[in-house]
């Protein structure tokens, strides 16, 4: 049998498929297809242990396209082998060669970048936007590690993308981990879009950086199969063991085969007519150079993947925040009558850890401060430390969460803004990521506006608008008022599938409710009712609000406080609620606009009634204050303005 025949074969029957493919569609990327086209038949015909018949099963190894718009050779791959394909919950069917003339049509699984949400179930997350897949990579390893399984994952990147400082933080974390069992394979074919890759992506300085990193790393022809299939048995080999993760650099061609349409302008810009003939032509006469000694009986074989998924054990009930609290021994903070939110989500973590075994926890150095740590005590195992890079935390988190685990990434909300691109591409590609950001808001006070989280809601707001590929909201926005509602709402957001973005604070806040409170996701909660305007409040806000509306009784007003602690929120409700207040409401938040008063806007008016709405939020850049009451009265947002601004609306001032 001649193996390097055979795989050059199918390389160019990939690179065909791909230039007609993308002809088709007329768009695409078919000279990146094929400088991966080698890579990637040994991978899905050979190298991976997996079956086209059930191409997500758990054990499966996986493939991470980073450079995702090389998927062409993919797609190619799999409909020679008649994958499986479908979306998650239809029924799956197997991909035929003529389903690739449907590439980046709406009714096609052939997303214009790999998508297992659209119906291409061999991916584990959404790629495209370019330095993301290793470190998805790198937490479906990470997760392999936790769940004691012989399980690989493979990822392709572009040279070119190499240059985002994703990529580094993902290499410094397979590392740290000793994540033996994840293979970065760097595809330098020396050309980016607008011309040449820099000297500091070359093969040969891309390899000392590997090297220095702490990989050992195997320089490979890509166009080799004996390179391409001896590499990657050589990381077969050491996968699972103690040695030094391993990196390819494949030297590679982009637009290998089809001289006409290599070197620079190509990019994106698949051949027609007469242009993809040539190309296909000159394809043709390397067939017949290349594959004169293969045979009639030459074929791969795939390997199946372990034949065991990990136990999935059913979580249990969480206990209430009484009872968990006098379990531990802290029971004195109940009597105390206030307890930080971060604190009392550090708790919800540390019972989550006794209640369900599907939860890791992640965070980025600041496990002291959102009070992580509480969890990483007693569950070592299932804690994630990825240092300062919480773009790197947020994508291993979604690796993790294709592998059937529940992440909880927590950091400073501020720093959560860092990793905003990361948590749309997980969203669009189902992640189960709840996201944890503390120190939330102005009243941070001494550290200044470089610690303040302050457009963080207006952006996850936007997510909330749409509605994700379960048709729920693309994302919840949680912010408790108080150490009941967090603690209550962090068991929430470990039984809801779906992106959740929560916010706590460092202060100590007093308790607005009880044990028995129930909180839902898109509810909100009255606290005080009355008849002459509704105060619309959120996370801090709501204690000082409560204030106000003290204020506002002795000025004669009656006052309605709302906590309005999840964006989406049950709007018929909200405007039932302001109706019965003669229409006016106040909304009062503790950051930029754009988050809770646009939302209750929006509502006002799609409803098209005469409603009348103020708006307070954060509406200057903050300094440094000494505390946090400071802090309210250089932004207006004290009880005091809040009262004042309730008047204005009534117009008795």
Same mark, same amino acid.
């Given at each position: 049998?001649?193996?390097?025949?055979?795989?050059?074969?199918? =390389?160019?029957?990939?690179?065909?498929?791909?230039?007609?493919?993308?002809?088709?569609? *007329?768009?695409?990327?078919?000279?990146?297809?094929?400088?991966?086209?080698?890579?990637?038949?040994?991978?899905?015909?050979?190298?991976?242990?997996?079956?086209?018949?059930?191409?997500?099963?758990?054990?499966?190894?996986?493939?991470?396209?980073?450079?995702?718009?090389?998927?062409?050779?993919?797609?190619?791959?799999?409909?020679?082998?008649?994958?499986?394909?479908?979306?998650?919950?239809?029924?799956?069917?197997?991909?035929?060669?003529?389903?690739?003339?449907?590439?980046?049509?709406?009714?096609?699984?052939?997303?214009?970048?790999?998508?297992?949400?659209?119906?291409?179930?061999?991916? $584990? =997350?959404?790629?495209?936007?370019?330095?993301?897949?290793?470190?998805?990579?790198?937490?479906? *390893?990470?997760?392999?590690?936790?769940?004691?399984?012989?399980?690989?994952?493979?990822?392709?990147?572009?040279?070119?993308?190499?240059?985002?400082?994703?990529?580094?933080?993902?290499?410094?974390?397979?590392?740290?981990?000793?994540?033996?069992?994840?293979?970065?394979?760097?595809?330098?074919?020396?050309?980016?879009?607008?011309?040449?890759?820099?000297?500091?992506?070359?093969?040969?300085?891309?390899?000392?950086?590997?090297?220095?990193?702490?990989?050992?790393?195997?320089?490979?022809?890509?166009?080799?199969?004996?390179?391409?299939?001896?590499?990657?048995?050589?990381?077969?080999?050491?996968?699972?063991?103690?040695?030094?993760?391993?990196?390819? /650099?494949?030297?590679?061609?982009?637009?290998?085969?089809?001289?006409?349409? +290599?070197? *620079?302008?190509?990019?994106?810009?698949?051949?027609?007519?007469?242009?993809?003939?040539?190309?296909?032509?000159?394809?043709?006469?390397?067939?017949?150079?290349?594959?004169?000694?293969?045979?009639?009986?030459? +074929?791969?074989?795939?390997?199946?993947?372990?034949?065991?998924?990990?136990?999935?054990?059913?979580?249990?009930?969480?206990?209430?925040?009484?009872? #968990?609290?006098?379990?531990?021994?802290?029971?004195?903070?109940?009597?105390?009558?206030?307890?930080?939110?971060?604190?009392?989500?550090?708790?919800?973590?540390?019972?989550? *850890?006794?209640?369900?075994?599907? /939860?890791?926890?992640? $965070?980025?150095?600041?496990?002291?401060?959102?009070?992580?740590?509480?969890?990483?005590?007693?569950?070592?195992?299932?804690?994630?430390?990825?240092?300062?890079?919480?773009?790197? &935390?947020?994508?291993?988190?979604?690796?993790?969460?294709?592998?059937?685990?529940?992440?909880?990434?927590?950091?400073?909300?501020?720093?959560?803004?860092?990793?905003?691109?990361?948590?749309?591409?997980?969203?669009?590609?189902?992640?189960?990521?709840?996201?944890?950001?503390?120190?939330?808001?102005?009243?941070?006070?001494?550290?200044?506006?470089?610690?303040?989280?302050?457009?963080?809601?207006?952006?996850?707001?936007?997510?909330?608008?749409?509605?994700?590929?379960?048709?729920?909201?693309?994302?919840?926005?949680?912010?408790?008022?108080?150490?009941?509602?967090?603690?209550?709402?962090?068991?929430?957001?470990?039984?809801?599938?779906?992106?959740?973005?929560?916010?706590?604070?460092?202060?100590?806040?007093?308790?607005?409710?009880?044990?028995?409170?129930?909180?839902?996701?898109?509810?909100?909660?009255?606290?005080?009712?009355?008849?002459?305007?509704?105060?619309?409040?959120?996370? #801090?806000?709501?204690?000082?609000?409560?204030? =106000?509306?003290?204020?506002? $009784?002795?000025?004669? /007003?009656?006052?309605?406080?709302?906590?309005?602690?999840?964006?989406?929120?049950?709007?018929?409700?909200?405007? $039932?609620?302001?109706?019965?207040?003669?229409?006016?409401?106040?909304?009062?938040?503790?950051?930029?606009?754009?988050?809770?008063?646009?939302?209750?806007?929006?509502?006002?008016?799609?409803?098209?009634?005469?409603?009348?709405?103020?708006?307070?939020?954060?509406?200057?850049?903050?300094?440094?204050?000494?505390?946090?009451?400071?802090?309210?009265? &250089?932004?207006?947002?004290?009880?005091?303005?809040?009262?004042?601004?309730?008047?204005?609306?009534? +117009?008795?001032?």
């Amino acid at each position: 049998m001649s193996y390097e025949a055979a795989v050059h074969a199918q =390389a160019i029957e990939i690179g065909r498929q791909s230039l007609e493919m993308c002809a088709a569609s *007329g768009s695409g990327h078919p000279t990146s297809a094929l400088s991966i086209a080698h890579i990637v038949t040994d991978l899905m015909f050979r190298a991976m242990r997996w079956s086209p018949e059930y191409p997500d099963f758990p054990s499966s190894d996986r493939l991470v396209l980073s450079e995702g718009h090389a998927v062409p050779a993919v797609y190619a791959a799999a409909a020679t082998l008649g994958m499986m394909v479908g979306k998650p919950g239809e029924d799956r069917r197997r991909l035929t060669v003529d389903d690739l003339a449907t590439l980046r049509e709406e009714s096609s699984v052939l997303d214009g970048h790999p998508n297992p949400m659209e119906g291409f179930p061999f991916f $584990d =997350a959404a790629t495209g936007s370019l330095g993301m897949g290793l470190s998805v990579a790198a937490g479906i *390893g990470k997760a392999a590690k936790i769940d004691g399984i012989d399980k690989r994952a493979y990822c392709i990147i572009g040279d070119g993308e190499a240059r985002e400082g994703q990529v580094a933080e993902a290499l410094d974390f397979i590392v740290d981990h000793g994540l033996n069992n994840v293979l970065p394979i760097f595809n330098c074919n020396e050309f980016g879009q607008a011309g040449r890759v820099s000297g500091q992506q070359s093969p040969e300085t891309l390899t000392r950086k590997l090297e220095a990193y702490g990989f050992e790393v195997v320089s490979i022809d890509g166009h080799e199969p004996g390179q391409v299939r001896d590499a990657f048995d050589k990381f077969a080999e050491r996968s699972g063991t103690d040695g030094a993760p391993m990196a390819v /650099v494949a030297k590679t061609v982009k637009g290998w085969g089809c001289p006409s349409i +290599q070197g *620079g302008g190509w990019h994106g810009k698949p051949p027609s007519g007469d242009a993809l003939q040539k190309a296909i032509g000159e394809l043709d006469e390397l067939r017949l150079e290349l594959t004169n000694a293969l045979g009639s009986n030459d +074929q791969f074989t795939i390997q199946p993947p372990e034949q065991e998924a990990p136990d999935i054990v059913e979580p249990g009930e969480l206990p209430s925040m009484n009872q #968990y609290m006098r379990s531990i021994d802290m029971e004195a903070v109940i009597h105390s009558g206030k307890f930080a939110t971060r604190k009392a989500y550090g708790v919800a973590l540390r019972a989550l *850890g006794e209640t369900n075994k599907s /939860v890791v926890v992640l $965070d980025a150095d600041v496990s002291n401060s959102t009070f992580a740590e509480t969890f990483a005590k007693l569950n070592a195992d299932r804690f994630v430390e990825c240092k300062i890079a919480e773009q790197n &935390m947020v994508s291993v988190g979604a690796g993790m969460s294709a592998s059937g685990k529940v992440p909880f990434c927590s950091t400073f909300a501020k720093f959560v803004t860092r990793a905003y691109d990361q948590i749309e591409m997980a969203m669009n590609g189902g992640a189960n990521l709840k996201i944890v950001g503390s120190h939330a808001g102005i009243t941070l006070a001494a550290d200044g506006p470089s610690q303040m989280s302050l457009p963080d809601v207006a952006w996850f707001r936007a997510l909330s608008t749409t509605t994700d590929h379960n048709g729920n909201p693309g994302c919840y926005i949680l912010q408790p008022a108080d150490a009941y509602a967090a603690y209550a709402l962090t068991g929430v957001m470990a039984e809801y599938e779906g992106l959740c973005y929560m916010r706590t604070l460092r202060a100590d806040t007093e308790f607005v409710y009880g044990d028995d409170q129930v909180f839902n996701l898109g509810g909100f909660e009255t606290l005080t009712e009355g008849r002459d305007v509704v105060l619309c409040a959120c996370g #801090y806000m709501v204690q000082e609000a409560n204030k =106000a509306v003290e204020l506002l $009784d002795k000025a004669g /007003v009656s006052a309605t406080l709302l906590d309005m602690y999840s964006i989406p929120f049950d709007s018929d409700k909200l405007l $039932d609620i302001i109706a019965s207040n003669g229409g006016y409401a106040v909304s009062v938040e503790d950051n930029y606009g754009g988050g809770l008063g646009s939302a209750i806007a929006d509502a006002l008016v799609n409803a098209g009634d005469a409603f009348q709405l103020e708006q307070m939020y954060v509406d200057r850049i903050p300094k440094s204050a000494k505390t946090p009451e400071e802090m309210l009265a &250089m932004c207006g947002l004290t009880a005091e303005d809040i009262c004042q601004r309730a008047l204005s609306v009534l +117009q008795v001032v």
